[in-house]
């Protein structure tokens, strides 16, 4: 999967030189199940308990990822992301545990519904004409595109730091998914 991903990362690049994207290194492209902003080490602490304590029921599952898009869409880009999917519904399930258990520690809702993708780019700023219609391009050819699928059988939580480099993420915890 990696390779075709990187791939179709790479195609995206070349035909989008010099728009203003930042692009995601392949080596830290993930998918978040739920972000929490700055949060207190002793919030963090009991986040990661309560997921420790409630990541035995959940499930391994494959993810498929293919495709291309954008939020909140290819002519206001500001996320050049590949689509994921679990046809299981594993991954919907457990980004609802942890939607739940988010706003148990007092963080608000998610505005918007979970959508599984892997952020591959950002745009920082606006888009040249030519680049607003190549990237239009870009994603209409990838739809129906498969870069593969990956067993999933652990799920991590991370902190970030941000950095002129792009962020660096750190591993809190590794839960282990069941059989």
Known sequence: MR???????????SELTGEPIRWVRLEIVHLTLRF????????????RQAALERSPSWRRFDLRVGGLGCFPDSHRPRVIWAGAADD????????E????????????????SFSAHLTIGR????????GG??????????????????????????TSELRPDGPVYARMARLDLAE
């Open 88 to 95: 299981s519904g594993t991954l919907a399930g457990i980004a």
């Open 123 to 130: 745009v920082k700023g606006r888009l040249s004409a030519e």
């Open 36 to 47: 929490l902003g700055g949060t207190a080490p002793a919030t963090l602490e009991r986040v």
């Open 3 to 13: 390779t075709r991903l990187a791939g179709a990362i790479a195609s995206a690049q």
């Open 97 to 112: 545990d942890l939607e739940r258990m988010a706003r148990e520690f007092g963080f608000p809702a998610e505005q918007r």
């Open 133 to 158: 219609r190549r990237l239009a391009e870009v994603v209409q050819r990838s739809q129906g595109e498969s870069y593969g699928s990956v067993p999933v059988g652990a799920i991590h939580l991370l």
